[in-house]
């Protein structure tokens, strides 16, 4: 499976951003694939996971409302919709998934694999 984060960059509070994950190779329909951010000093957290197999999605409270995920299968991509950013959504974003987990298991306890993981994208949220 490869994964390649894209779309990062310097947006100012209250603006969008929309970041996108290159996915392609997954051994089957039943993966589960979500976007991650960790800031410096900060622990590692799911900001929001998507199962391709039902399409349900699972989003953290801090981006409920603002952030939005979406696939795009015949571009094997997958989106993060990114508006009224806060300089608390500052950070480096990843993606990553796994087989077979729910949604909210994958956000909750993401892939220890280094190969369930893509390159990072910054984005930077600063007037």
């Known amino acids: 499976v490869q994964l390649q984060a894209s779309g990062g960059g310097l947006a100012q509070p209250g603006g969008s951003l929309r970041l996108s994950c290159a996915a392609s190779?997954?051994?089957?329909?039943?993966?589960?694939i979500g976007w991650f951010r960790q800031a410096p000093g900060k622990k590692r957290e799911g900001v929001a996971c998507l199962a391709n197999s039902d399409g349900n999605t699972y989003y953290g409270d801090s981006v409920k409302g603002r952030f939005t995920i979406s696939r795009d299968n015949s571009k094997n991509t997958l989106n993060l919709q990114m508006n009224n950013l806060e300089p608390e959504d500052t950070a480096v974003y990843s993606c990553?998934?796994?087989?077979?987990?729910?949604?909210?298991?994958?956000?909750?306890?993401?892939?220890?694999?280094?190969?369930?993981w893509g390159q990072g994208t910054l984005v930077t949220v600063s007037s």
């Open positions: 190779g997954f051994p089957s329909n039943l993966y589960t």
């Open positions: 990553a998934w796994d087989h077979g987990a729910s949604s909210w298991l994958l956000c909750n306890a993401p892939p220890d694999r280094s190969d369930h």
